[in-house]
């Protein structure tokens, strides 16, 4: 009944900007480590970004100083503000969530089904 649910992709040029969001529905009691990964073609699926329960946050080093990662743990929900975009960041982005679920807490590791991010130059 857990679910993540992407938005915010799209196509921009080079230098533009895009928020993805992440939003958890369910049975959930808690949200521990929330994170976003990106996946191009023929490419390994890699960490983007990663926001701990205590707000503690970490970036692949290519995106350090461009995009921000934060939560909202009212709504369930993770952003990922991706500023001056390069074609690089060209990759399909998976939100990750490890959440506490229903009434005995049982921990367990959700994904999104992924939203495309194009960056054109």
Known sequence: ?????????????????????????????????????????????????????????????????????SRDNAKNTAYLQMNSLEPEDTAVYYCNADLLIGLFRVRNEYWGQGTQVTVSS
């Open 1 to 69: 009944q857990v679910q993540l649910v992407e938005s915010g992709g799209g196509l921009v040029q080079a230098g533009g900007s895009l928020r993805l969001s992440c939003a958890a529905s369910g049975s959930i009691f808690g949200i521990n480590r929330m994170g976003w990964y990106r996946q191009a073609p023929g490419k390994q699926r890699e960490l983007v970004a990663r926001i701990s329960s205590n707000g503690t946050t970490n970036y692949v080093d290519s995106v350090k100083g461009r995009f921000t990662i």
